[in-house]
């Protein structure tokens, strides 16, 4: 059975790397070997049924290497020097280590970039340039590492692998809706923020203003989704008080998820969503793979990206929240869009399934593997 050594930012707790991690298992587990480098390895193997080693313990790393066929980089957004200068470095130079152990690397289902240091793109390219295999996740990907002298021949424009992830069992999602208190038959507004450094009061008070005027002229219930506990804890707690502190009867129904569930469930959750509004880039995948109409908040280009190629909304920065009847408007707009909006995703999401399936059938041509007994279902949507 072939070995794969998979790297990314694993175990750390961000649901979005979580549900490409579970992708990859779901799609490979049975077939190939699987390794995860993992900043908590017990947490991984517990959750994956996978072997995992410390991230950061080139040691066990160059071990695990050495019995490898392939060294899969991703997916996710790896290369990027937005979050400091570490990531580089540090991903680049595990492809690196790789080569010289004549293990073959392949960048899989990457978003890359912002690069705005010089030092960031000259590395990306030298451990780019080595790959068996490159696949991206949207086209300004794409079109930086074409830039950057990446071979087209090596290269393809994929699409995130989490588009194939399949949802936990309906059974499990009703526990979960019913745990959290989202009301049977009950329109839903999922919200998934993230701390950031642009959010100011004035912006924060635009979208819980708006969110509670739609919410009550619907009569909808807010469903607070944190996607990295801890991290995300503190921005929930705080839209939810905006949100409950309001006059007797202007305030809506919220919920809201306060332990981390699996990526699976997750998926199957936002499954059962009539609208999603996010800044995390896979709440917005998860609500493109369940066919669920969605508003992107954008804190960073890979949202903006994703946003562009499923036609959502979106406010091109947090800056622009500043204008509330702007966003009152396009969110009323969404929401009243909503059901000819998931129409119309049926057939998209079905083609973009199709793409984000490439990225494994570039594992199979390397490893000569049979390809999945059959392509996955899509998960159902609440709209």
Known sequence: MHRIV???YYGFGNLGDEAILATIVQQLGERCELVVLSANPAQTEAAFGVRAVP??????IARELRGASLFLSGGGGLMQDVTGPVSVPYYGGLMTIARLLGVPNMVFGQGVGPLGQSISRMLTRFAFSSAKALTVRDQASYDLLRELGIRSDRLKLTADPVLCLEGAPAERIDEIAASI???PGVPTIAVALRPWHT??????????????????EADAQ???????????????EELRACLEYRPEGRHPRVAQLTTPLSPAEMMGLIGRMDLVVGMRLHALI???ASGVPALGLVYDPKVAHLCSQWNFPAVPSLSDLDD????????????NAREASAALMVGVSEAWRAKARMNFEVIESLLGLKPAASPVDAPTTGV
């Open 286 to 288: 998860m609500a493109a």
């Open 181 to 183: 208190g989202i009301e």
């Open 55 to 60: 991230r950061l313990d080139l040691k066990a």
């Open 199 to 216: 959010w100011y009061e004035r912006q924060f008070k635009v979208l819980t203003s708006a969110l509670t005027q739609i919410a009550v």
């Open 222 to 236: 807010v469903v607070l989704l944190p996607f990295q506990l801890p991290g995300d804890e503190r921005i929930t």
């Open 6 to 8: 998979v790297s990314g």
């Open 324 to 335: 509330a009847r702007s966003f009152e408007d396009l969110l009323r707009s969404a929401w």
